[in-house]
């Protein structure tokens, strides 16, 4: 009788939802299909987490259930490829799960279509989240996800290979100019000294190029989202610094083709000695090449200017048609405990008190450690997919020859600019 | 009467599931392409963003690029291999399913290790050129916008010629004999049996097989999108892989479904006119 009654509520609560939606005719079907499969019983809460986390995650879903035990958590692990895809499409079916992650810059998109719920009165200790963690998941005001993982990229670099060239390895390049003449020298027996990005996905290319125009006084987009800047003389300047590298010859012939996977694969065959990467490429160097000797420094910046970096990382989500969002909202305050963040991230935390664990004191990670404070979060704009691509293909337009740095930059400017217009 | 309306009710299960799989789809793209995310009307708002971009024009020419040099070789290169196989001479057998490998090799697989053959740096194909002093530096063959669409092209033509070949034998192998027999009698040599019984012969077999690769080039995304993602620079982008783009990367499904709407009757102007010329000559044996 119950059961009975609680799926008459979970009818009638789908009825009211697909009325007020515009898309009915899929709706209807999704959420049918989510009622049969009996998703709404209560007390399930439905967690798509990503494979690299998936052993932590289940220990700590063991943990919340055993002092909750009427709350169940369901695991899916989910994987990177396609996941922006697969996330936006269960959050407009209306049959989603009631906890995702996301990566932080997809979640304004998320909050300016109305497809999750606001999480300000989930967050625990505001004081304690890097600052620039909650910016980027804050739009109109409010907080639409609980950032848990933070990171920058930072240049990664083959000790050995320094020697070789007579450079020494404990003092790293720290100027653009000092970054050229170490790339150079090292460009040396096939070698290549700094492996830029060309390919693959065009956040590879963002994240590795940005941090240079930032750095350089410039941005791609202005601060309002009304106006491209990618044309303007500082901006102009980082791109051409970024695709000299691939013109001199000082980064990979294949560097059109590669993305960071494809680099990390170069710097393990020793082809190339400095690239720009994230942490979690170190445990895969040490496990295919431990010969290496590996250093991790700050990402050059122009003389007396400072560093910068594109914060990434990962949010929690609860999406709007979330079965259970009294329970979710209990859990995620669980997951963000200090320690169980601290214990969960795969880099670093976004809780400034877990970074006191002892597994962020590693010495290699210092070099992250310091380019934490210089992460910004990325430009955001309803388009932002659409401009990286304008930019990307020009970007890719001056490799190629097809066009010197201003022009490309003033094309890419044209095609910007309109899609911010629109 | 009654027989008759009883007999649509035997199709009616057919017809529901034909119009949930084609018609509502095809219905509701043409509704997305003059509506806005909100589900507002906007007329033809969509076609005139989709219109401007530069990427458009570009795509719609690399898509004949890509169509056209693909057809071209694999009909040419499939009807001499079916040719060929048609020849009796030992360990036939063997070289046919042999020449079958490409076309039953998984698209996905085919284009991930072509990717690793080509690449500048790793790629089997380089260093093939490289030792022997072929070549002094590496090509960057999926880098280099002049040989990026040829090298995608030929990528396509190897894995579907050998359909091509099978399709043709079919037709070649149901040719009576009788007509070799009295073209020897008038002494024929090969070339002209080739010029005058077998492609005489097989026409409607290349008709149907030439549509088919046409309407398989203009659908064609996963080559490209798997090799280049339509990059360099856009060298590479087709429209099917632009609609793609527009819809699941950029999701601006409306978008999506203008340019779709308009690809679509594009690709319905090319197979009529296609139609109309080839397969409606006159005076050929059907």
Known sequence: ?422 | MSRQSTGYWFILPALVVLAMLIAYPVAYTGLLSVTDSQSNFVGVKNFATVLRSRATPQAFWNTLYWVGGSIIFQVLLGTATAILLNQSFPGRSIVRSVALIPWVIPSIVAATTFAWMFHTEFGIINYMMTAPGLIEQPIGWLTNRDTVMPVLIAINVWKLFPFVAVMVLAGLQSIPKELYEAARVDGANFWEEVRHIMLPQVRPVLVAVTLLLVIWGLNSITIIYAITRGGPANSTLITPIQIFRIAFENVQFNQAAALSVMFFAVAILIVFFYIKALAAAPGEAR
């Open chain 1, 1 to 422: 009788m119950r059961i009975r009654t609680m799926m008459q509520g979970c009818f009638l609560q789908g009825g009211e939802k697909m009325k007020k939606s515009k898309r009915s005719g899929v709706l209807l079907a999704a959420s049918m299909l989510a009622l049969s499969a009996g998703n709404c019983l209560a007390g399930d809460v439905i967690w798509w987490t990503p494979n690299w986390g998936e052993a932590r995650a289940r220990d700590l879903a063991d943990k919340f259930m055993k002092a909750n035990p009427d709350t169940k958590i369901k695991i899916e692990v989910t994987t990177s490829d396609g996941l922006p895809q697969r996330v936006l499409t269960t959050l407009q079916s209306g049959a989603a799960p009631d906890l995702i992650e996301v990566q932080h810059g997809w979640v304004n998109g998320y909050a300016q279509n109305n497809l999750v719920i606001p999480l300000d009165d989930t967050l625990q200790d505001r004081g304690d989240y890097v600052p620039a963690a909650l910016d980027y998941v804050t739009w109109n005001g409010k907080l639409w996800a609980i950032p848990y993982r933070i990171e920058t990229l930072a240049v990664i670099y083959n000790k050995g290979h320094f020697k070789e060239a007579g450079l020494d390895p404990e003092k790293p390049p720290q100027t653009w100019d000092e970054f050229v003449k170490t790339a150079t020298a090292l460009t040396r027996g096939g070698r290549f000294g700094f492996a830029v990005t060309g390919g693959g996905e065009v956040g590879n290319t963002i994240f590795r190029s940005l941090p240079f125009i930032w750095m350089n006084g410039g941005d791609i987009i202005s601060k309002d989202a009304k106006t491209a800047l990618i044309n303007k003389p500082e901006a102009v300047e980082a791109v051409k610094f970024y695709t000299d590298f691939y013109k001199k010859k000082i980064s990979p012939t294949s560097t059109l083709e590669n993305d960071g996977i494809a680099n990390r694969r170069l710097f393990i065959a020793e082809k190339v000695s400095m690239y720009q990467a994230g942490q979690f490429d170190l445990a895969s160097i040490l496990k295919e090449n431990s010969k290496i000797d590996i250093g991790v420094m700050q990402i050059p910046h122009p003389q007396g200017k400072n560093t910068a970096a594109i914060l990434g990382g990962w949010s929690f989500i609860v999406p709007k048609s979330a079965k259970n969002p009294t329970e979710t909202k209990k859990f995620i305050q669980f997951l963000n405990t200090p320690e169980n963040q601290g214990y969960f991230t795969d880099t670093f935390p976004a809780r400034v008190s877990s970074m006191k664990l002892p597994r962020f004191d590693e010495p290699i990670l210092a070099g992250y450690k310091a380019m934490l404070p210089y992460g910004r979060p990325a430009p955001s704009h309803k388009n932002w997919v659409q401009i990286t691509q304008a930019y990307f293909n020009n970007v890719q337009g001056i490799m190629l020859g097809k066009e010197e740095p201003q022009e490309a930059m003033d094309n890419a400017a044209d095609d910007i600019q309109s899609l911010l217009d629109e």
